[in-house]
């Protein structure tokens, strides 16, 4: 037995592998290496949801941090494994402080650590609230696309919130080639609001920007709705408002109340994740005891399984899977990687003789 022991241990250190450099990714390069490049991300984005759908990654529930003296604040962990091309493991781990915005900072900040497949080493971590909100914008300019295709493509979008959430999916969608007659404008925050319609003067749009001074005004005047707000529960709450059958983009998860959506078409990106933490499908599921009111997911839809119908408002409510964060920061590394810029700490795995 201790022969054979001894040979195994003598075999394992003979094809010993080596631990990868580890790098830090700031933020300016990640934007560097996103900037301009919105139709290639909902492709990268396209196709991490096709391999979640087949199968081919691994994406367990959220885990979140919260605090019983900063209730509106908490922080979450999106662990995840992609297969295909990628191949990458890793953990975002991003923190949401409402907070912040009055004294002047995002909400959210975050950090991606990316893990080498074979040893399980990190190699990088990476800024990651740039990363969050570009995978988050071209889902919803993904879903878009698809869910509008059935019926005539939307003129009129509407933004329910206002924030860097807000300008992302606002850059993606014009970014892949959508235009608009009008683009309607609401926030509960007149700076916000203010800034919002700055931005969009400035991106040389050719909309007739709408800023409008109640919810109910912006919903009926849009035909794409994105919610893109912090609400932490439902605060829309007449399905009457919907009755000219918009295509929403439910990016915040809990603005609308349960009874609008069972009088919708509900797409979602995975459903054991969406149906979780009090999100607006969560408590469907609570009011009626089933989960007869989902129509399937966003890959569902591009694979044909599931045509959302026209009579009825189609509500796109994504979760956030851990995976595109994954997907988009390992295209981050590379990219980085392979212009020569990667800064790499020297000697940041030290001690790595087992026996000293």
Same mark, same amino acid.
Request: with cysteine; aromatic share 8%; glycine share 8%.
């Given at each position: 037995?201790?022969?054979?022991?001894?040979?195994?241990?003598q075999r394992?250190t003979?094809?010993? +592998?080596s631990?990868?450099?580890f790098?830090?990714? /700031?933020?300016?390069?990640v934007?560097?290496a996103?900037?301009? !490049?919105e139709?290639?991300?909902?492709?990268?984005?396209?196709?991490t949801? @096709?391999?979640?759908?087949?199968?081919?990654?691994?994406?367990p &529930?959220?885990?979140f941090l919260?605090?019983?003296?900063? /209730?509106?604040a @908490?922080?979450?962990?999106?662990?995840a494994?992609?297969?295909?091309?990628?191949?990458?493991?890793g953990?975002k =781990?991003?923190?949401?402080? /409402?907070?912040?915005? &009055?004294a002047?900072?995002?909400?959210?900040?975050?950090?991606?650590?990316l893990? #080498?497949?074979?040893?399980?080493?990190?190699?990088?971590?990476?800024?990651?609230?740039i990363i969050? +909100?570009t995978?988050?914008?071209?889902?919803a300019?993904?879903a878009?696309? =698809?869910l509008? !295709?059935?019926?005539p493509? &939307?003129t009129?979008?509407g933004f329910?919130?206002?924030?860097?959430?807000?300008?992302?999916i606002?850059?993606?969608?014009?970014?892949?080639g =959508?235009?608009f #007659?009008?683009?309607? $404008?609401?926030?509960v925050s007149?700076?916000?609001?203010a800034?919002f319609?700055g931005y969009?003067?400035?991106?040389?749009?050719?909309?007739?920007?709408?800023?409008?001074?109640s919810p109910?005004?912006l919903i009926r005047s849009?035909?794409?709705?994105v919610?893109?707000?912090v609400?932490?529960?439902?605060?829309?709450?007449?399905p009457? =408002?919907?009755?000219?059958?918009?295509?929403?983009l439910h990016?915040?998860?809990?603005?609308?109340? &349960?009874e609008i959506?069972?009088?919708?078409?509900?797409?979602v990106?995975?459903v054991e994740?969406?149906?979780?933490a009090?999100?607006?499908?969560?408590?469907?599921?609570?009011?009626?005891g089933n989960?007869d009111?989902?129509?399937?997911?966003l890959? #569902?839809?591009?694979?044909?399984?599931?045509? /959302?119908?026209?009579d009825?408002?189609?509500?796109?409510?994504?979760?956030?899977l851990g995976?595109?964060?994954?997907?988009?920061g390992k295209y981050?590394?590379?990219?980085? +990687?392979?212009?020569?810029?990667?800064r $790499?700490?020297?000697?940041?795995?030290h001690d790595?003789?087992?026996?000293?």
């Amino acid at each position: 037995m201790t022969n054979l022991l001894s040979t195994a241990t003598q075999r394992d250190t003979s094809h010993q +592998a080596s631990a990868p450099t580890f790098a830090v990714i /700031p933020g300016a390069q990640v934007q560097q290496a996103l900037s301009g !490049r919105e139709k290639e991300i909902v492709e990268l984005v396209e196709s991490t949801y @096709r391999l979640h759908g087949a199968g081919d990654s691994v994406n367990p &529930p959220s885990y979140f941090l919260r605090f019983t003296d900063r /209730p509106t604040a @908490r922080i979450i962990a999106l662990p995840a494994s992609i297969g295909g091309a990628n191949h990458v493991d890793g953990l975002k =781990w991003i923190s949401s402080f /409402p907070a912040n915005v &009055p004294a002047g900072l995002p909400r959210a900040s975050a950090v991606l650590i990316l893990n #080498d497949h074979d040893t399980g080493y990190p190699f990088a971590c990476l800024e990651s609230s740039i990363i969050s +909100a570009t995978r988050t914008a071209a889902s919803a300019a993904l879903a878009a696309d =698809w869910l509008s !295709r059935s019926g005539p493509r &939307p003129t009129r979008v509407g933004f329910f919130g206002t924030g860097l959430i807000a300008r992302y999916i606002h850059t993606f969608l014009a970014g892949t080639g =959508w235009t608009f #007659d009008t683009i309607g $404008v609401y926030d509960v925050s007149p700076d916000s609001t203010a800034g919002f319609s700055g931005y969009l003067r400035q991106t040389g749009t050719t909309a007739q920007v709408d800023v409008h001074d109640s919810p109910e005004g912006l919903i009926r005047s849009s035909d794409l709705v994105v919610f893109a707000t912090v609400a932490g529960e439902p605060h829309v709450t007449d399905p009457g =408002w919907f009755t000219h059958r918009p295509l929403v983009l439910h990016v915040s998860l809990r603005d609308l109340a &349960p009874e609008i959506l069972l009088a919708s078409t509900n797409i979602v990106d995975d459903v054991e994740h969406c149906l979780q933490a009090n999100t607006s499908p969560h408590l469907a599921e609570q009011l009626t005891g089933n989960r007869d009111f989902l129509d399937g997911t966003l890959d #569902d839809v591009m694979s044909g399984r599931r045509i /959302p119908p026209t009579d009825r408002p189609v509500i796109f409510s994504p979760f956030g899977l851990g995976v595109l964060d994954l997907a988009v920061g390992k295209y981050v590394y590379d990219e980085v +990687a392979r212009a020569g810029q990667l800064r $790499v700490i020297d000697d940041f795995f030290h001690d790595l003789r087992r026996y000293g």
